[in-house]
């Protein structure tokens, strides 16, 4: 059975100019787009299929990240269920100039694979070994449930 550290992705990025706002902040859906591409890669190593994101849980932005930090980002699949898989995300900025890194955003998103009609696949069951694996495993039962609460009460909303 596959492990979560099978499914680890680092994706490491320069923020250039074209990636920053007025004030040489790092764009907010830039950061996103690498999230989201990070995490599908997760997701695609752990079932070897072509994968659709789901959901993106709320992402914060703890600290700004400037032009010319290193942006690290760090995805693992915490846990499969029938159809879906959770990915858990990390992002640090670095300054080259000084080597040091601060966590600035963390995230939850869930990831589908779907067959040649977009019709979800089965995922392989995880399993997690070491402690953090296993407690982010307990928890993603909890994530789920809120989330999937959430995408009925806003089904209910649109009418
Ligand atoms: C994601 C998608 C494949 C789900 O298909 P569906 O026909 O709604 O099928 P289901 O309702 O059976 O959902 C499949 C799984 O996704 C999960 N899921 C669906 N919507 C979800 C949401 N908003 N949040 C979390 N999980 C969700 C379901 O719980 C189910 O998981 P499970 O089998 O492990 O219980 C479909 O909605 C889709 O193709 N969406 C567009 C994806 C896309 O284009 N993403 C790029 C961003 S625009």
Redesign the pocket.
């Known amino acids: 059975m596959k492990t979560p550290s099978n499914s680890l992705v680092v994706m490491t990025e320069l923020v250039l100019p074209n990636d920053t706002n007025y004030l040489g902040n790092l764009l907010g859906g830039r950061l996103m787009h690498w999230v989201?591409i990070a995490a599908a890669l997760s997701a695609m190593r752990h079932s070897g299929k072509v994968c659709?994101?789901?959901?993106v849980d709320q992402i914060t932005f703890d600290e700004p990240i400037k032009l010319g930090h290193v942006v690290h980002i760090t995805s693992i699949l915490t846990r499969?269920?029938?159809?879906?898989?959770?990915v858990y995300v990390q992002v640090e900025r670095e300054d080259p100039l000084n080597g040091t890194r601060t966590r600035t955003s963390d995230a939850f998103l869930?990831?589908?694979a779907?067959d040649q009609y977009?019709?979800?696949l089965?995922?392989s069951p995880l399993s997690p070994e070491t402690d953090e694996e296993k407690h982010r495993y307990e928890e993603a039962a909890m994530r789920?449930e809120i989330?999937?609460r959430?995408?009925e009460a806003?089904k209910a909303r649109r009418g």
Do not use: N, Q
């Not at 499969?80 to 959770?86: L, R």
């Open positions: 989201d659709v994101t789901a959901s499969a269920f029938k159809t879906s898989m959770e869930t990831f589908v779907i977009g019709k979800p089965p995922a789920r989330r999937l959430a995408r806003m």
